[in-house]
C-alpha cells in the first residue's frame, strides 16, 4: 500500500484546498503537469517545476528542481531535505505555502527471537538517490483568448486590403502619368509595407501553437497612422489592438508563450 501524503495550500489562488496524494513523487510547480499547480499569473515564485515531494526508505523528503526563488522548508531555504509531520513548504522566500501532512507507520511489539549466530559486520547499502526531475518541457499555453483571435482576424483582413490598397494606389498614379507615379509611391510604399507586417504577424498568433511571444504595437501604431492614406479600417484596427493588448487575460497568455518558447 502506498504512503499517503495530505497537502493544504496556505496561499495563493486556491488557498485553503486540501489535496491527498497517494502517488509518488508528488510534484508541485506553476506547469500544467505538476501534481500540485499554482497559476503563474498569481504566484509568480513558483516556477513550472518548483519542487517534489517522494517517499524513500520510510521517510518524506523534499527536493528542489531548480526553481528560481528557491524552496523553504520552515521558513530555511533547502535543496533536498527530509519532512518531518507537518513540515509548511514555502515556494519563494515570499510565495506560496503548503503544509504536508501523512501518518506516522503503527508501532509494532518486537518479537521475541532465537539467537543467531554472529555475523561479521558489514555496511548497510544506502538508498538509492532520488532521481533528478528531467526539466520541464514546453507545454500548450492554454486556451486562446477571444480578443487575441480576433485581433489576429482582423489585422489579416487589414492586411489583405492594404496589400490591394497598395495596388490601387500605384494605379492611380499610373492613370496621371509620371506626376501621378511621385504622388502616390509614398502611400503605395506604405500600405505594401504594413500589409506584409500585419499578414506575417496574423499567421504567428493563428498558427498552434503560438508562434508570437509579444504584442506587436508597432503594427497597431502604423494602422492607426495609416488613415492618412484614407484607411478608416485599418485606424479601427488599430485601436482595436491596442485596446486588446492590455486585457489581463492577453498579457498573460503571452506571458506563458514567453516562457514556453525553446531557446534561441
Known amino acids: ?90 515556494l519563494g522566500k515570499d510565495g506560496p505555502g503548503v503544509r504536508l501532512e501523512y501518518a506516522l507507520p503503527a508501532m509494532t511489539m518486537p518479537q521475541p527471537q532465537a539467537p543467531q549466530p554472529q555475523q561479521p559486520p558489514y555496511a548497510s547499502p544506502a538508498p538509492a538517490p532520488y532521481p533528478a526531475p528531467s526539466p520541464a518541457t514546453p507545454t500548450s499555453t492554454g486556451v486562446k483568448p477571444g480578443k487575441l483571435t480576433t485581433i489576429a482576424v482582423l489585422t489579416l483582413i487589414s492586411g489583405i486590403l492594404n496589400a490591394l490598397g497598395a495596388v490601387g494606389w500605384i494605379f492611380a498614379g499610373l492613370s496621371i502619368f509620371l506626376v501621378g507615379i511621385v504622388f502616390t509611391i509614398i502611400p503605395a510604399a506604405y500600405l505594401a509595407t504594413l500589409a506584409v507586417f500585419e499578414i506575417i504577424y496574423a499567421s504567428k498568433i493563428l498558427s498552434d501553437p503560438i508562434r508570437a511571444t509579444k504584442p506587436a504595437t508597432h503594427v497597431a501604431i502604423m494602422e492607426i497612422v495609416s488613415i492618412i492614406t484614407g484607411n478608416v479600417f485599418s485606424l479601427i484596427v488599430g485601436i482595436l489592438a491596442m485596446v486588446f493588448y492590455g486585457d489581463p487575460a492577453v498579457k498573460a497568455y503571452f506571458a506563458r508563450s514567453a516562457q514556453q518558447q525553446p531557446p534561441a
Open 1 to 90: 500500500m502506498n504512503p499517503e501524503l495530505t497537502v493544504t495550500r496556505l496561499g495563493g489562488f486556491e488557498r485553503g484546498k486540501k489535496t491527498v496524494h497517494t502517488s509518488l513523487p508528488v510534484t508541485i510547480g506553476a506547469d500544467p503537469g505538476c501534481d500540485i499547480r499554482f497559476d503563474p499569473t498569481w504566484d509568480k515564485t513558483v516556477s513550472p517545476r518548483h519542487c517534489a515531494v517522494f517517499h524513500n526508505a520510510g521517510q518524506w523528503w523534499v527536493e528542489d528542481s531548480g526553481s528560481r526563488e528557491g524552496t523553504f522548508l520552515n521558513s530555511q531555504k533547502v535543496t533536498r531535505s527530509p519532512l518531518p509531520p507537518g513540515s509548511v513548504l514555502y
